[in-house]
């Protein structure tokens, strides 16, 4: 007989496989193990008891159910059955071959769930799943059982003795925490252990789909994940590319939903505020719900709410399951579980707390026929958002100033004169070295900032030459507190809050002063040398700009063929990455209003 798993726990024809239960890289290993073997009977640490409805409810898979009896004492004990546990992978396996399945537990009431810490599973990926064993039973090989455990552990080995004297190859799936006692108890003759034979009242009901978001002992996607790999032959899964995937899909129910798009720096932070999450409670890979609490603090909750949304769902449910269909939640499996909420961003229109007597009462309609009534002819802007950009671009054009200037500074040595002031940086960094007092001399910068032009996504085209923010189009100030502006943006009408409202989103835009001068850009064939839209905003802000400096907020620094034009046109191009600005509040720039004509805005605030 060919010796698989780790030689210590084989004894005779018996192969112990010890797991930990429902985690996923533990199921990869009982597949291998019984691969390898190819057993004649297999024997998983179930209660006889329950053996019909177990049976049944692993033959549903992958369809979750749920084994329900009521003890002695009155509680209630329910057992799931889930794809990613290495005793239900066993009977699977064992159904699907034809092989016979032994349960050979004894069934104990009132034997309360273990939580003792264990080793992060994923380890078993990387050293080794021989070398895990090992290792926790080197270090547990001394601890003492419980009463309940020590009877337990007394009838599988008896049970296990049974099934030896057939001559027959046993597979058996126990507990980590059972194998190494059981093994040694295999070395002496067992007596049968008195215990319960027969349990009248057992049921079986499918469990629903929103306990199944609550109560699964794996992250339901990595159980997807599994079950749709092993259905293809291929069941091993990598926990950390799981996770990868995952932030992937919920990218791309965040981008549907707000439009926006998370940068590589957020996740980037997402990924090593979770990294150090996991390392800081024991963990080699996060917990779903690190993984929650990292997307809510590198991004923002509605990012965090689509990770849980895609993350907690099982694809594989059913609206007739032929079965009764049971809610649980975490406290019913006595699960130590945490609690987070979502404080999302959405669109709302509230109502009068107090109702006010009108002649007419307004009509809500749907956004279907809002849209169907814009005619975008007369179309113009929501001033408060008009505010909050001009705001925003008299910020930018100081900051750029201050960087510039600091950076124009001039540190020197004192001497004769104290220049503009002692330079306290300097003079600590080389007052070790023996260096002596330096003082700073303040350059102030030659000409102003005009134009500036914010770059949010430069809306490259893909392979089929489609974009995300097609909508071009040129706005002339409508006072002189106001600047000309162009922009490219998502389209008008396709997302209305309310009746002649429509909401768009800037890929990016163009602010130049005075106002009344900006002739359209998208259609003047001085520009068409531009390669992009992000080169068009910048040429054109280069061109009306009045001053000598222009401002552009973008990633990327501008191209090569812009800066030579800022050198003819005898401007200058001040560069400031978009990231060392606040993401709350470029994001609230970002949106704005489309109005179908003046006369909407009388109202608009009631929508917006």
Request: charged fraction near 25%; glycine fraction near 8%.
């Amino acid at each position: 007989m060919k010796v698989t798993g780790i030689p210590e726990l084989q004894w005779g024809r018996i192969l112990m496989v010890p797991i930990l239960h429902n985690r996923v890289e533990f199921a990869t290993e009982v597949q291998k193990a019984f691969e390898a073997f190819q057993p004649d009977h297999v024997a998983v640490e179930y209660p006889d008891t329950l053996k019909g409805k177990i049976i049944s409810g692993v033959g549903r898979l992958p369809l979750l159910s749920v084994v329900h009896y009521e003890e002695s004492d009155g509680v209630f004990v329910y057992l799931p059955i889930e794809p990613t546990d290495g005793q239900v992978e066993a009977i699977r396996l064992a159904l699907s071959r034809g092989t016979p399945v032994h349960f050979v537990d004894r069934d104990t009431d009132g034997y309360l769930p273990d939580f003792s810490p264990m080793p992060d599973s994923y380890a078993v990926t990387r050293i080794g799943y021989a070398a895990y064993c090992r290792a926790y039973m080197a270090i547990n090989q001394d601890e003492p059982a419980s009463s309940h455990d020590l009877l337990r552990e007394r009838t599988m080995a008896y049970r296990l003795q049974q099934l030896a004297k057939t001559g027959s190859k046993v597979f058996f799936v126990c507990g980590l925490s059972h194998a190494l006692r059981i093994r040694r108890l295999l070395d002496q003759p067992q007596t049968e252990v008195i215990g319960r034979r027969v349990r009248k009242v057992v049921g079986l009901a499918h469990l629903h789909r929103d306990s199944s978001r609550e109560i699964m002992g794996e992250m339901p996607y990595l159980a997807a994940a599994y079950e749709r790999r092993r259905s293809s032959g291929h069941g091993h899964v990598d926990r950390i590319r799981i996770q990868m995937d995952l932030i992937r899909a919920a990218t791309g129910r965040y981008e549907k939903a707000t439009r926006e798009t998370p940068s590589r720096n957020q996740v980037r932070i997402l990924n090593r505020f979770a990294r150090n999450y996991a390392l800081l409670t024991g963990k080699l890979v996060p917990t779903f719900y690190q993984l929650i609490v990292a997307a809510r603090g590198a991004v923002d909750d509605n990012f965090a709410y689509e990770l849980w949304a895609e993350g907690s769902r099982y694809p594989w449910q059913t609206e007739e399951p032929g079965l009764p269909v049971l809610r649980l939640q975490g406290e019913d499996l006595f699960l130590d579980q945490k609690r987070i909420r979502f404080h999302r961003q959405m669109k709302t229109l509230r109502t009068r707390l107090v109702p006010v007597p009108v002649r007419k009462k307004r009509r809500e309609r749907r956004e279907r026929e809002w849209r169907k009534e814009f005619k975008g002819i007369n179309i113009c802007s929501y001033p408060p958002e008009d505010v909050a950009v001009e705001g925003y671009g008299h910020y930018l054009r100081k900051k750029a100033l201050e960087i510039k200037t600091e950076e124009n500074g001039r540190i020197e040595p004192f001497t004769c004169s104290m220049r503009d002031g002692l330079d306290i940086r300097e003079t600590v960094r080389k007052w070790i070295t023996g260096g002596s007092i330096y003082v700073r001399e303040g350059r102030p910068l030659r000409g102003k900032v005009g134009s500036v032009a914010v770059i949010f996504d430069p809306d490259y085209p893909d392979q089929e030459g489609n974009e995300k923010f097609p909508w071009c189009v040129t706005w002339l100030g409508e006072h002189n507190q106001e600047s000309d502006m162009a922009f490219y943006s998502t389209p008008v009408s396709e997302v209305m809050d309310g009746p002649g409202i429509s909401r768009c989103q800037y890929g990016g835009f163009m602010l130049s002063y005075p106002p009344l001068r900006l002739y359209d850009i998208w259609r003047d064939p001085f520009f068409r040398f531009a390669r992009n839209k992000p080169e068009r905003l910048l040429m054109a802000a280069l061109d009306y700009s009045l001053e000598r400096h222009v401002v552009y907020v973008a990633a990327t620094p501008p191209s090569g063929w812009c800066q030579s034009m800022a050198a003819r046109l005898g401007k200058r191009i001040i560069y400031l990455p978009i990231g060392v600005f606040s993401p709350v509040t470029l994001k609230k720039i970002r949106e704005f209003h489309v109005l179908d004509g003046h006369h909407v805005r009388r109202y608009a605030r009631q929508y917006i």
